[in-house]
């Protein structure tokens, strides 16, 4: 740390929301707790209207306060589904750009081979007839490019649930809507339907074997074929 960095001076509503965010870890308010009236927080720390609603629109942003209209706004719990849904925008700009698509490609396939890695390791025979079901709705929808879209999605969902983490599934529908342009333009390339099912009837058996290490290749090959396609057919339409 440099010490003779500037001290960033807090803006009024950044210290309303550490105080509010404070009184919520501390256990002073919980959730379903309703926050104090907007008056009543204006009197408390003694500022404006204005910076009262802009902290309790950063403390709801960021999952820990609900905000209704026509209601005081109450305390909730955060998910992982909150906190990744403050990264969407974010992410979908970065996308927008060549090197962004490119970085969140390499990043889904260290995340999905991991996936598939602890996946192979830890599946009950229930989890295995779960992605047995998932696979046959995918091998059954090749040549119906809409359906086999959802039921490609729905594998890999099933891969994700496995290990019975909430912040694996959360990342992994985040970076599914992230890269949704992906699976939709490598479709558009022939014979992507077919070799995508042949590569998940691949992942599904070693998950079934218990190969962790063969999972984890055989989602490796596959994701790495998909994001070569994709960027096949974004060079024939320039």
Known sequence: MKLNAPIRRRKL???????????????????GDAL????????????????????????????LV??????????????????????SGAARLMISKPEGMFHFQQARVLFECALANEAARVATPENIR?????????????????????????????????????IYVALHEAIVEWLVDQRSVSLRRAGTDKLAAKSHRRIYDAIKAGDAAAAEQAMRQHLTEIADRYWKVKETEK
């Open 130 to 166: 779960e992605l047995e079901e998932t696979l046959a709705a995918n091998l059954a929808a090749v040549g119906d490019y809409v359906r086999f879209m959802k039921t490609d999605v729905a594998f890999h969902f099933s891969i994700a649930r496995i290990p019975g983490n909430p």
């Open 13 to 31: 509503y950044e210290e309303i929301v550490m105080r509010l965010e404070a009184m919520i870890h501390e256990g002073e308010l919980s959730p």
């Open 66 to 87: 609900i905000v209704a209209n026509g209601e005081r706004p109450r305390v909730s719990s955060p998910t992982p589904k909150t906190l990744l849904g403050e990264l």
């Open 36 to 63: 104090p009236s907007e008056r009543d927080l204006m009197q408390q720390f003694e500022v404006g209207r204005p910076a009262i609603r802009e902290a309790l629109f950063a403390l709801n942003r960021m999952g």
